[in-house]
Each structure stands twice: as C-alpha cells, then as structure tokens.
C-alpha cells in the first residue's frame, strides 16, 4: 500500500503498520531521522524565541510559558483526549498528573542541575501561583466526591468546561503580567550579539520548530519501542520508559536546547507552563470529551507526590531572592522525582497511566 | 420484515436487486419497490414560461419516464414475486433520497435497501449520495448492496456462500444486529464471524500501558466474554459461527480489516437511532464502514 509522507504522520493505523514492517536497520535510520528533528526543531525553536523576546519586549519566560508550553503539551493533549473519547479516562488523568510530576520534577529537577537558572520574579511569582494552585484545585475537586462518599470519584464533565475557561483566563492574565513586567523590568539587561530576526521569521522559527519536535517525538516512540520489542525487552519495562517519556520529549528537548544556546529561563516558563496547561488544557478538554474515574492510587500517592513537587518549587521562587534558582533545588526536585518512581514499583503502585 | 427496495433502473439499482433476491430474508417478509423520478431533471412546468410546443414535449417525455419507470417496476416486481415474497410498486417523484425517507416512513419499514457504487478503492469511498443521505437519516435499518470484490460472484449464488461479518460491541444496538444475524436461515455454506473490537491509544505507544493495565486486562476479558455470549447465541440457529477479539486504534479500521482477512460479503453492524449531535459525534463509525468496507453493509437500528 503508498502511503503520504502526511498519512504516515496523521493516521495512527497508517505509522503503526509502517513502523512494524520495517527492519531494525531502517527502523534505526528512522530514529535517527527523529532525533535530528528533535535536536533541531528545538534549537530553532529556541532561536525564534529568543528573537522574539527581544522584538517584543515579552519576557522569554511568558513566551514559554504560552506558546512553547501550548506547543509541547500537545501530545499530552492528544493522548488523553483520545483516550477520554474511547472510554479511556484513567489515562487522560494519568497523562496528566504524571506529565507534571515528570516535567517539574525530571526535567527542571535536571535542568537547574546543569545550568544556573535566572528567574524573573515578577512573573514567576505570579504563574507560580498559577501552577500551584491549577494543582490543588484539580485535587480539591476530586477529593470532593471521595468525602461525598462516592465510591467511584469522577472529574464531571463541568469540572471539564471549569478547567477550559480558566485556562483562556490564564492565558489572558499571563499576557497581561507580561506587559506590565516587561515595562518594569528590562529582562537581564542582557545585549544583542547578533542581528535580529523579524517577527514573521521568529514566528516561522518558532511554530516550524515546535512542529518539528512533535513529529519527531510521534514518530520517535513508536520506532524505538518496536526495536525494544523485537529485542525481547519486557513490556514493563518499555512503557516505564520510552513510552512514559514519550508524551515529555517535546519538554526535554526544549529543556535541552535551552540550556544549551544558555536560555535556562526559557525552561522554567515552559515547565511553568506545561503543568498549568497540563491541568486545565490537558484534563481539561479530556474531561469535557468523557467524565474522568479517579482511581483510588491517585488519592494516596500521585497526588501527593504531584504536590510536594509543585510546592517545592513554590518555595523555591519564594527563596530565591537572588534571582537564581539553586543546584540543591534542582537536586532536591530530582530526588523527590526519584523516590516516587523507586516507591511506585516497590509497591507496586500501578503507574500514573492507567487504563 | 417489511423491506423497501430503492430501485432506479441502474446499473447499481440491478445490482441490488439480484442481492435483494438472493438474499436470506424470513419467509414472511414482504417488499416494496420503490423508483421515484427525480424532479430536478424536468423543468417545473408551471414555474418557467413555455410555449404550447415545448410544455407537451416536457410533458410527453415525462410521459415516457414514468412509462418506462413502470415497466421497470412492474418487471422487478414479478422477479420479487417469483422469489415467493410479496410485492408491492411505488411511484413517486421528487428529491430521491427525501422521497425514499418518506416511503419508508410512511410504510413503517423494518429495512431499506440501496445500491452504491463499485469496490475499487477509489470508487469504495464513493457511496453515493442518495445512498449517504438515506444512511444518515434513515431511522430504520439500511442495507447498503455494493458490487462484489473482483473474482467473487453475488452470495447466495452456487459456489458463493454468505461470508457474513457481525461487528459486535454488546451494546443494545449490537444485540439488535445479533438477532437479526441469528433470524437469517442460513445453509450449511454459509458461515457468521463475530467480531469485537477493542480500542486503545496507539499515539506515542500508549497501548503498551494499556495492555499491562489490569483494568484494561478487566475489560477484555468482559469483552471475550460477550463475545462468546454472542457466538453461543448465533450456534443454536446458525452453522460455522466464529469469533474474533480485535484491538486497535480506530474500530472501524478494524472491522473493515477483518472483513477484508475474512473475504466477508456481508457486514452487518449496530447503530444508535441519530439526533443532529449524534450523527456528528458517533456518526463516523458507521459512515466510515459503510463507506470503506469491501462488500455490502447491513446498518441495524433499533426500532
């Protein structure tokens, strides 16, 4: 059967009978292939981004905030609302929660290990609160129906339109902080080295970037997991990694590329961003496709852990009155991370995907 | 069962008429045969000016349409009537698919029958429009009659047994389908696959997770379960009844897949009676069989 290179991306059944007749040879070249687009969608993504800061005056963080973070959830956004729609919901919440304990936790928890991470703190104290509290709400919400005594909790659907409106409100506010920010602070006072794009070319950098990670991430996953498959790895084992981290490459690469071209501040926006979205985009929109069941394991250790992450890193920007976050912070968020992937398998706690 | 039969003296309309006559209805089943002239083709007398000439040429060639519609009802019915089944004509005029709504309606039918276009892949997707029109908006059962694949011959015929392919889900409609499936008198040819799809999130593999889910491993073994309740159902009335367990990404994809693995010349699924959302919302499985499987659909609706 031909198929369009447009089919192989946008039709599911299409990349998955292509992906399990090819080699392990091509299969490599095909990651390959993934990882160039990755490496390379983020480093432009980066460049458009920085660019654009600088033409508009927004904070870089704001833009990672809005359009990267808009950008890198989309697969996270994808899956669960895939999943809601066919009758899936623990994955739509699962995807969710565990995106944020794997973003904040992993990849900032990374990030500010490798790089000195400035902050704007004007801003970040306001998305901040933000994030956290998007987080509590979620909880709050659904603890509700546990004290109701119900004993299948679900996330109503109007808990769903909820979640959407307040994520237009967020991205409203959030372009308001930026404009007053960005008047009361020159960012970093840092100097233009180089000449800058024009906004149209930023743009094209930015949305061609973005959309080369997602390809690369789409296509990525399923090739490497059918190595791992031919090679005999257990089914555990693969969805514990690669497939966990799939839905998070778009935020790792960016989080990569960042620190590498030396905008750390870029990835506390898009982390900032990604958990905000990843609650009221993400469960969100799967919670309006479907009422979400809460399985009991969320009560006891997801959303705990999802909240001593975010309100370590809630105290941190308190802290931080140096305007730099620290290498123990990103320590510590790396071994909270740590612990819950070492504590969910030795007690066997089903991961934060379920079905 | 009351069925009305669309016919319009085409090719396709022939077509499904020869698989109407072959086709294993109850006994007591009685057809309506149905040609409505389409009132686009002649211009409305009444609305344009004409002079005397022209308005009785219009009104000798509509003359001769309905004529020949006639014969070619007349013709068809005597086929429907040889077959032991009774028979009745209809001739109406206006907007075809409208007007074949309204028969059916007006009749209180249990099934309507419409031809479509061919098998190739290109001309598979085409359903036609009259054909999609009566699929979207029928309430009651529609049978959709393709052309059979290349190198097969109508079922029902010598050599060519029903190969029929029941898409199963245990929701009510599906059990509607079931009992249909289970009332067809059906020889020792012919054979029945039920088959049950199970869906999952494929994007980023996240059907890895899925299958180590003891929730998901719940819910198939609920599914094989239904499953094989259906098949146990279908044993007592039919011969060579089997069952297949799908997983995938979309349904209908599946479905279709299994048809075409199978050599199905049947498909006979359940759907959900449609208000205006519905039709948007679940309308693309049924749509999506009916437009891509490889041989003739049977859309059953509930009453």
Not at chain 1, 153 to 178: H, K, M, N
Not at chain 1, 340 to 347: K, R
């Amino acid at each position: 059967m031909e198929v369009s290179l447009l089919q192989l991306i946008g039709d599911e059944a299409v990349l998955q009978a292509f992906v399990a007749e090819l080699s392990i040879a091509s299969l490599l070249g095909i990651i390959v292939v993934s990882i160039v687009l990755l490496s390379k969608g983020a480093d432009w993504m980066i460049d458009g981004v920085v660019d654009l800061a600088e033409r508009t005056g927004m904070p870089k963080i704001v833009i990672g905030a809005t359009v990267v973070s808009l950008g890198t959830t989309l697969p996270e956004a994808f899956v669960s609302v895939m999943a809601a729609f066919m009758g899936n919901p623990g994955l739509a919440l699962g995807n969710g929660v565990g995106s944020i304990i794997a973003d904040t936790g992993l990849i900032f928890g990374l990030t500010c290990v490798l790089a000195a991470v400035p902050m704007n703190r004007f801003i970040l104290n306001r998305t901040g609160w933000v994030q956290v509290g998007a987080a509590v709400l979620l909880v709050v919400l659904a603890v509700i129906p546990l004290l109701r005594g119900d004993p299948e909790p679900v996330l109503e659907r109007w808990v769903g339109f909820l979640f959407l409106a307040l994520l237009v409100g967020y991205l409203y506010i959030t372009y308001v902080w930026a404009r007053q920010g960005s008047v009361m602070l020159l960012e970093e006072g840092e100097e233009t080295a180089h000449e800058l794009m024009s906004i149209g070319k930023c743009w094209l950098l930015v949305i061609g970037g973005l959309v080369m990670i997602l390809v690369g991430a789409r296509v990525l996953v399923p090739a490497a997991s059918e190595i791992a498959l031919r090679l005999g790895v257990p089914d555990d084992v693969i969805a514990a990694t690669m497939v966990a981290f799939g839905t998070s490459l778009p935020e790792l690469m960016t989080a990569i590329a960042a620190v590498r071209k030396g905008h750390p501040e870029i990835t506390v926006g898009n982390i900032v961003g990604a958990d905000v979205l990843n609650c009221l985009f993400v469960i969100g929109a799967a919670a309006v496709a479907s009422p979400l069941a809460i399985p009991e394991n969320f009560y006891y250790f997801h959303f705990p852990a999802m909240l001593v992450i975010l309100f370590s890193f809630r105290v941190f920007i308190s802290m931080n009155r140096s305007g730099v976050f620290h290498r123990w912070q990103g320590i510590w968020l790396l071994a909270v991370y740590t612990v819950y992937v070492v504590l969910g398998f030795a007690l066997n706690v089903e991961s934060a995907h379920p079905v | 069962m009351k069925i009305l039969l669309a016919t319009d003296g085409s090719e396709y309309a022939g077509m499904a008429l020869d698989y109407l006559l072959r086709f294993p209805f109850p006994e007591d089943s009685s057809v309506i045969l149905l040609t409505v002239i389409d009132k686009r083709v002649f211009v409305d007398a009444e609305s344009v000016e004409l002079t005397a000439e022209q308005s009785e040429a219009l009104h000798a060639v509509h003359h001769t349409v309905r004529e020949e519609a006639q014969a070619f009802l007349d013709m068809a019915a005597q086929r429907v009537g040889a077959r032991g089944l009774a028979v009745t004509v209809q001739l109406r005029s206006g907007d075809v698919a409208e007007e074949i709504l309204i028969a059916a309606e007006e009749a209180q039918v249990d099934l309507v029958v419409v031809g479509s276009h061919g098998h190739s892949p290109v001309r598979r997707f085409m359903l036609g429009s009259i054909a999609n029109r009566v699929l979207t908006y029928s309430p009651y059962s529609v049978l959709i009659v393709k052309q059979p694949e290349a190198g097969h011959s109508l079922p029902g015929l010598e050599g060519e047994p029903w190969r029929v392919l029941l898409a199963y889900d245990d929701s009510a409609p599906a059990r509607k389908a079931l009992e249909l499936c289970a009332s067809l008198p059906l020889g020792a040819g012919d054979s029945v696959e039920v088959v049950t799809v199970l869906t999952l999130v494929t994007g980023f593999r996240q059907d890895i997770y899925q299958h180590l889910n003891p929730v998901w491993q719940q819910k198939k073994i609920a599914a094989k379960a239904a499953l094989d309740g259906a098949v146990v159902k279908l044993h007592g009335s039919l011969p060579g009844v089997t069952s297949q367990l799908r997983e995938g990404a979309s349904s209908s994809h599946e479905i279709i897949e299994a048809a075409e693995e199978s050599g199905s010349n049947l498909v006979v699924l359940g759907s959900e009676g449609k208000s205006a959302l519905q039709r948007l919302v679940q309308g693309s499985f049924t749509g999506n069989v009916a437009r891509h499987a490889p041989c003739s659909v049977l859309v059953v609706r509930e009453d």
